[in-house]
């Protein structure tokens, strides 16, 4: 089973771009084939960011995709999540999955998770 | 996109007992459903999928039904371990996925 740890920046200002990585480690990245993001702003539900393919098809939450890029970097066993213009509403724990093992659609491994606060 | 209602929003129960929690869709999502627990700090962990499917290495005193619009994760003797926040998400309509907004299944 895979490990998966999110890095990230701590605080982005307003409109600036929030990127964050996850790390797979204890197995190669290839060994999946999709990879997910999930955010929980505090006090709210779950959402879901969008999702990698090995192949680098892509699937993303409408609400979040004209501002939204996830890519992959298979040598070096991480994928990464980009948002433009961030603003307050961005703030989130990020957590970064292994996706759609047990079954299309669910979101099998998790990352703890990394804490963007998005202020100036 | 399909809304997910889980109640209540706070269940508390005594060690060695039952817990229900119960999720609803805004429409129709077949067994395409998933449970997960969440402890603090820690990573969510997926329990449930098909709505009925425990996932590798979960115990049997989680068991997961329903299909259509009203799903239950019902938790037998209960342990300390087991209280945490619970929730669901359809991936039948997509995308994108969507969760309920949690239980907090809480020691009484």
């Known amino acids: ?120 | 996109e399909v809304v997910m209602t889980q109640s209540p929003a706070t269940l508390s129960v005594s060690p060695g007992e039952r817990a229900t929690l119960s999720c609803r869709a805004s429409q129709s999502i077949s067994t395409n459903l998933a449970w997960y627990q969440q402890k603090p700090g820690q990573a969510p962990r997926l329990l449930i999928y098909g709505a009925s499917r425990r996932a590798t290495g979960i115990p049997a005193r989680f068991s997961g039904s329903g299909s259509g619009t009203e799903f239950t994760l019902t938790i037998t003797t209960l342990q300390s371990a087991d209280f945490a926040v619970y929730y669901c998400q359809q991936y039948n309509d997509w995308p994108p996925y969507t969760f309920g907004q949690g239980t907090k299944l809480d020691m009484k």
Not at chain 1, 15 to 37: A, D
Not at chain 1, 80 to 89: E, G, P
């Open chain 1, 1 to 120: 089973q895979v490990r998966l740890q999110e890095s990230g920046p701590g605080l982005v200002k307003p409109s600036e771009t929030l990127s964050v990585t996850c790390s797979v480690s204890g197995g190669s990245i290839t060994s999946g084939f999709w990879w997910s993001w999930v955010r929980q702003a505090p006090g709210r539900r779950l959402e879901w960011i969008g999702e990698i393919h090995l192949t680098g098809t892509t699937n993303y939450n409408p609400s979040l995709e004209s501002r939204l890029t996830i890519s992959l970097d298979k040598s070096r066993n991480q994928f990464s999540l980009s948002l433009v213009s961030v603003t307050a509403a961005d703030t989130a724990v990020y957590h970064c999955v292994s996706a759609r093992v047990a079954a299309a659609g669910t979101l099998d491994f998790w990352g703890r998770g990394t804490l963007v606060t998005v202020s100036s």
